[in-house]
């Protein structure tokens, strides 16, 4: 922590410095208590006040030592580290909060965040990164330990994030235009109604994309290609097909996207539930393969993946493999995500 050093100073030379403790003010019989607090910038103002009180010198930070007051110290940090859709709160107690300005995907670097927490006196929390927040989320917070911090340790920070920028940001999501593909003869033929497309079109659309067609195919790989390339021809920006994700002999879905011509990405994914999910792309286009469970769960790997995806974020299969640790789902009485484990590292 840093060796705060108060000098004395003449009240007339305090205006513009750092309180360096309270100071107790008692009116018989009125009041008595702090009149000023420690930390407290003194102003014009002030000055009437603390020569009622008897003040004629005074313990105080000056700026041009090198101190950073805690709120000014705030305020750099915030100002450093923060991109895209994010506004900051006033300062209170030290503190500054972070929060969102609209709906999009938060980012994180985590990495930049460790080596901020690693210099003297700063600390910096968020909540995990990789999740949709919506507008007027409280996302994270900044502050110093004392009253007042070097000018080097700020200093620091401004550079870790100049390197790092942003250290945080809430990156928009794409309008997209989505095709739907449900498979499976079953619901070609009308033995069954079909209920992923309602679902689907709720989950895309609290993401700002729209669902433009959905077709019907039976489990038939050349008509499942043919429906692919056909919504790509007809404005689809995005491609989720659904049913037929399993290793049943009837399922083609996922032959059918890799005869379609696309990158795979990933055939599998360790997140329950949602293990058997597919990414893929067609030049610049997202394929995904849906396994059942999207349309059951409030939280399975759609939740996990689909943000990244529609907000341009490159998304490997090492980061998907990553999603092991936090990617189980307690199945809990009652849904609380996200504010709960799935899908937090």
């Known amino acids: 922590m840093a060796d705060i050093k108060y000098k004395s100073v003449p009240l007339n030379e305090a205006v513009g410095m750092m309180l360096g403790h309270d100071l107790t003010q008692i009116i018989p019989g009125e009041f008595?208590?702090?009149?000023?607090?420690?930390?407290?910038?003194?102003?014009e103002e002030d000055?009437?006040?603390?020569?009622?009180?008897?003040?004629?010198?005074?313990?105080?930070?000056?700026?041009?030592?090198?101190?950073?007051?805690?709120?000014?110290a705030a305020g750099r940090i915030a100002n450093a580290s923060s991109g895209r859709g994010i506004r900051h709160s006033e300062p209170v107690e030290g503190r500054i909060n972070f929060i969102s300005t609209g709906t999009?995907?938060?980012?994180?670097?985590?990495?930049?965040?460790?080596?901020?927490?690693?210099v003297e006196d700063i600390t910096f929390a968020t909540i995990h990164g990789n999740q949709i927040v919506k507008p007027d989320t409280a996302m994270a917070g900044t502050r110093i330990i004392p009253i007042a911090t070097h000018e080097k340790n700020i200093g620091e920070v401004e550079r870790i994030c100049r390197e790092n920028y942003p250290v945080i940001e809430v990156k928009p999501f794409r309008h997209l235009r989505v095709g739907v593909i449900?498979?499976?003869?079953?619901?070609?033929?009308?033995?069954?109604?079909d209920k992923f497309g309602p679902v689907l079109k709720d989950k895309f659309k609290k993401m700002d994309c729209e669902v433009?067609?959905?077709?019907?195919?039976?489990?038939?790989?050349e008509k499942t290609v043919s429906a692919i390339h056909e919504l790509i021809?007809?404005?689809?920006e995005l491609i989720a097909l659904t049913g037929g994700m399993s290793v049943d002999p009837d399922d083609q879905t996922p032959l059918s996207i890799r005869k379609s011509g696309a990158r795979v990405i990933t055939y599998g994914a360790p997140v329950y539930p949602g293990a058997m999910f597919m990414l893929a792309y067609i030049g610049n286009i997202p394929v995904?393969?849906?396994?059942?469970?999207?349309?059951?769960?409030?939280?399975?790997?759609?939740?996990?993946?689909?943000?990244?995806?529609?907000?341009?974020?490159?998304?490997?299969?090492e980061y998907i493999s990553s999603l092991g640790h936090g990617?189980?789902?307690?199945?809990?009485?009652?849904?609380?995500?996200?504010?709960?484990?799935?899908?937090?590292?």
């Not at 189980?328 to 590292?345: A, T, W």
């Open 288 to 317: 995904v393969g849906l396994p059942g469970c999207v349309m059951y769960y409030r939280a399975s790997i759609f939740e996990l993946i689909l943000p990244l995806v529609i907000a341009d974020e490159p998304v490997t299969k």
């Open 182 to 193: 449900t498979t499976g003869s079953e619901v070609f033929s009308g033995r069954i109604k």
């Open 327 to 345: 990617g189980y789902c307690s199945n809990c009485k009652e849904c609380r995500y996200p504010v709960c484990g799935f899908g937090k590292q």
């Open 32 to 43: 008595k208590g702090p009149a000023f607090k420690k930390g407290h910038i003194i102003k």
């Open 47 to 72: 000055v009437t006040r603390l020569l009622d009180m008897g003040k004629m010198n005074i313990y105080v930070l000056d700026p041009k030592d090198g101190f950073i007051h805690e709120n000014e």
């Open 233 to 236: 021809k007809e404005g689809a």
């Open 104 to 118: 999009g995907l938060l980012k994180v670097n985590k990495e930049a965040l460790l080596k901020i927490n690693l």
């Open 212 to 221: 433009i067609k959905q077709v019907f195919v039976s489990d038939d790989v």
